[in-house]
């Protein structure tokens, strides 16, 4: 899997009482694995709860707090526990410093829990900003998020879906919601700075019921060929409010993001393999290939190796994987495998359940810094 490099970052990993990393330190950003309840039979405001306390105490690991929280993913086991889960994760921010989100209803999440977090902090207050536009350009909020984040250079959004800020009215369609939500996408970037050149990860989520050609289309109207970002697309269950299609952003206050394409691989206006700023790479989500899981995580962990190598980087720089599995069984198997891929630098690994193309068994999402 290639040798291991120094990271020219600076970096420290924390970990719990069984030497699994909780989070990592890369520079001023602190990639944090997967936050559980403690209780996964319990209800989910107490799940909520909970999984809210462990990470007040992995921040605490490395002398941060909620106030250093820029981003959140929350997973969900259904969609209905929405505003009970709002309800208490609003608790732990100061109103008005909310970190950005993205809620999504998930298939499966690991033990059984009714809610995981997924979230990113950074450790220099004074270079966190709170992005807000004019309240009457974009959809009302739904819950305690801000509408973006600035830290450092990286510009995290929340997850937005398609509704008229107006009127409050979905399009019928997957595409004029994927449409209407990236002018809202795009008026948030404004807000900050930025456009849509500046974007360098993009994660689209919907049902299997959406018209995955059609948010193709969509995205495709905004980026043109080679200059996409790179992508995440997964189908899920549901999504807050009946939404067909929800998307969300990272970029960055870079004039020159560098995409990167494999020989064999033309570029596109829908998504890039990779894409570099400022010694950070963001890698879209990629599937191995193979007749087990072991085969399909090599491989797409493979995929990802070849891709870093174009940004002159190798596996060892990796701080966080997203693991996309067909099925919770295998996350044990996914654990034990990244422990034996990267024995020196463990990144932090988030693992949820999707609805992954058919004889798909993992996609794995990267980001890496040099």
Same mark, same amino acid.
């Given at each position: 899997m290639g040798e291991s490099s120094q990271p020219e970052t600076p970096r420290q990993s924390f970990r719990d009482a069984n030497g699994r990393t909780v989070a990592l330190m890369a520079g001023q950003t602190l990639y944090l694995s997967a936050v559980s309840p403690e209780d996964a039979e319990a209800p989910v405001a107490d799940q909520t709860g909970s999984a809210m306390d462990r990470l007040g105490e992995i921040l605490g690991m490395a002398g941060l707090d909620y106030g250093h929280v820029v981003s959140c993913h929350v997973h969900l086991s259904d969609m209905d526990d929405y505003a009970e889960m709002n309800s208490v994760y609003g608790r732990y921010f100061s109103e008005g410093g909310y970190p950005a989100r993205t809620t999504l209803?998930?298939?499966?999440? /690991?033990?059984?829990?009714?809610v995981l977090l997924m979230c990113v902090a950074y450790a220099d207050v004074s270079e966190i900003e709170v992005i807000r536009p004019p309240e009457d350009r974009i959809p009302a909020a739904m819950g305690p998020y801000s509408p973006a984040v600035r830290a450092g250079k990286a510009v995290y959004l929340s997850g937005q879906g398609g509704r008229d800020p107006a009127t409050g009215e979905l399009s019928e369609t997957s595409g004029g919601q994927a449409e209407r939500t990236l002018a809202t996408?795009?008026? &948030?970037?404004?807000?900050?700075?930025?456009?849509?050149?500046?974007?360098?990860?993009?994660? %689209?989520?919907? /049902?299997?019921?959406?018209?995955?050609?059609? &948010?193709? !289309?969509?995205?495709?109207?905004?980026?043109? /060929?080679?200059?996409?970002?790179?992508?995440?697309?997964?189908?899920?269950?549901?999504?807050?409010?009946? &939404?067909?299609?929800? &998307? %969300?952003?990272?970029?960055?206050?870079?004039s020159y993001v560098t995409r990167l394409f494999m020989?064999?691989?033309?570029? %596109?206006?829908?998504? !890039?393999?990779?894409?570099? !700023?400022?010694?950070?790479?963001?890698?879209?989500?990629?599937?191995?290939s193979g007749a087990t899981f072991r085969e399909q995580f090599l491989g797409a962990l493979k995929l990802h190796e070849s891709a870093l190598g174009l940004a002159l980087m190798q596996l060892p720089d990796v701080v966080r994987i997203t693991a996309y599995l067909s099925d919770l069984a295998d996350l044990e198997e996914l654990r034990s495998l990244v422990s034996e891929t990267f024995p020196e630098s463990e990144p932090a690994v988030t693992a949820i359940q999707a609805h992954n193309p058919d004889g798909v068994a993992v996609v794995l999402e990267t980001i890496a810094v040099q």
């Open positions: 209803e998930v298939p499966g999440v /690991p033990e059984g829990a009714g996408i795009g008026i &948030i970037l404004d807000a900050a700075g930025l456009d849509f050149d500046n974007a360098v990860l993009a994660g %689209t989520y919907s /049902p299997a019921s959406a018209e995955q050609g059609e &948010i193709d !289309s969509a995205l495709e109207g905004v980026f043109s /060929p080679g200059a996409a970002p790179s992508r995440a697309n997964v189908i899920l269950s549901r999504l807050p409010g009946d &939404i067909a299609v929800e &998307i %969300t952003i990272i970029a960055v206050d870079d020989h064999d691989q033309p570029p %596109t206006a829908a998504s !890039s393999p990779a894409s570099l !700023s400022g010694g950070v790479a963001y890698m879209s989500a990629m599937p191995g």
